[in-house]
């Protein structure tokens, strides 16, 4: 079941209150007890002492009438005191129930105890005191009992206004407690409608830290973190749109003026095949990017490269170096091939040969006729190290991390011997390619050589995160 903070609270409120209370309240009720019970017997001691007095002094049935008729003056009409003088000689007694209440009170001498008389319902409280003999009495036996009714009603009384009182002081704290969570939550209540208030057009919008308590702060400073790494994602993707749209423009105008020029008269055969066949260049280049977006689209995902195999890498590159003999021949240009040659990696090779040519590509496009490139292959860590380089102008360090951007481009730099005009997503693909096997990408620019590489784990295994 999922309850309130505020139900929480309150509740939690009123069992630490109830707890508080039953434990004074048990404190409180043995301590009144116990001084009910002391006041008891320093009542009951006090009549004792003063009747052991008068009876002490006493030794003659004459005068023993006197000591009667001062009892019954001192019994109440009640029954709630009562005195009971035991004696061998029946002349010098006093009592009702005499038999009785030698036999309840004959262990109990001079200490107190509570007998239950027959008739009654609470017990009396007595005590008794020796008596020695005097000239014709006897030696006596004086017993004081009170009746402890009151005091167990004083008893009573005090519990059950104790329990009224905690009763009602739970629910005073209940009540305020309800009140304080409610003031205290405040501050969550407004976040939550900030939250809610948020929209895709007001990202850049943060929570209010200020002003909020330190338990919450935390919190927001979290949500505003992730309301800033939401808008910067939100950002790229609207970037991203743009772009895209951006680069099918030109290829579809292209389409469309063409077109629209050939069909405004008309025209021969071999005149339309020429336009067709221009038509199929900016078609295959629509169709390079829709694929390349479809391809960063998978990588997007988390797909890892599937087919791996375990594979030399110089003889990939060499491969892919292949593809490049009319380019290179054509600008008089060499590739070179430098490092660990025996290096091997779990590859998939169409994914590893298209990331190498787009890097080539690149190198070929920025250098000049007759420069030397270089493929450099390096293991570092559980990674291997996919590295091109050809001499070129320097690229400013702002641009270098950018570059493997969608669609990112140093227009200032293309220059060379290159006549593809490309679209900017070539070392986004080499990207997305390095993560498919695990791995990342770099690039410097340093003493005229730029370079562009990425690694591919060497392990067996690409972990799946
Ligand atoms: N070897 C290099 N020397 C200098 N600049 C480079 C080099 N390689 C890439 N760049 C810069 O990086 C940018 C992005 O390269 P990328 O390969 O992603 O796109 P592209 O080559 O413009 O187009 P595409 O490869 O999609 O046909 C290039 O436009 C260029 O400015
Ligand atoms: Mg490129």
Not at 125 to 153: C, F, K, M, Q
Request: zero cysteines; a negative charge.
């Amino acid at each position: 079941m999922r309850r309130s903070i505020t139900t929480r609270l309150v509740l939690m409120f009123a069992v630490a209150a109830l707890a508080a209370f039953l434990l004074i309240g048990a404190a409180l009720q043995s301590v009144l007890s116990r001084e009910l019970e002391r006041h008891q017997y320093e009542e009951l001691n006090t009549t004792l002492v003063s009747l052991r007095y008068w009876i002490q002094a006493i030794g003659t049935p004459e005068r023993w009438a006197r000591v009667r008729a001062r009892m019954d003056a001192l019994s109440p009409e009640d029954g709630s005191v009562r005195f009971w003088v035991l004696s061998d000689d029946p002349r010098f007694q006093y009592g009702k129930g005499l038999a009785e209440i030698d036999g309840l009170t004959r262990e109990a001498d001079g200490r107190g105890s509570d007998i239950l008389l027959p008739g009654q319902e609470r017990p009396f409280r007595t005590l008794s005191a020796h008596i020695p003999p005097l000239d014709d009495r006897p030696a006596v036996r004086l017993i004081v009992g009170r009746n402890s009714e009151p005091y167990t009603r004083t008893r009573e009384t005090f519990l059950t206004a104790l329990l009224a009182l905690g009763l009602g002081a739970v629910l005073v704290v209940a009540i305020s407690g309800y009140w304080i969570a409610r003031v205290g939550l405040r501050p969550l209540e407004r976040l939550s409608d900030e939250a809610q208030a948020l929209r895709p057009k007001t990202l850049s919008q943060r929570l209010q830290t200020t002003a909020l308590p330190v338990e919450l702060s935390a919190l927001t400073e979290a949500f505003n973190g992730a309301l800033a790494r939401l808008e910067q994602a939100y950002a790229q993707l609207e970037a991203f749109n743009a772009d895209v749209a951006h680069e099918l423009r030109t290829p579809l105008a292209n389409l469309i003026g063409g077109t629209q020029v050939a069909l405004s008269r008309s025209r021969s055969a071999p005149e339309l095949e020429e336009m067709l066949a221009s038509n199929l260049e900016d078609l295959e280049r629509l169709r390079s990017i829709v694929n390349d977006m479809l391809f960063l689209a998978r990588a997007d995902r988390g797909e890892l490269a599937t087919g791996r195999v375990r594979t030399p890498i110089a003889d990939e590159v060499r491969k892919t170096i292949e593809f490049f003999e009319f380019v290179l021949d054509d600008t008089g240009m060499q590739v070179r091939i430098e490092g660990d040659m025996a290096l091997q990696a779990q590859l998939e090779t169409a994914l590893f040969r298209r990331a190498m040519s787009n890097l080539l590509q690149n190198a070929i496009e920025h250098s000049e006729a007759g420069a030397v490139l270089t493929v450099a292959l390096q293991e570092e860590g559980a990674a291997t190290w996919i590295r091109v380089s050809n001499p070129g102008d320097p690229i400013a360090p702002a641009h270098l991390p950018l570059l493997f951007d969608r669609f990112y481009r140093v227009d200032a730099a293309r220059r060379g011997q290159g006549e593809h005009h490309g679209h900017g997503l070539g070392l986004a693909i080499v990207k997305a390619v390095a993560a498919m096997h695990g791995g990342q990408v770099g690039a410097t620019s340093a003493d005229g050589v730029n370079t562009f590489g990425f690694s591919v784990a060497s392990g067996a295994e690409v972990s799946e995160d």
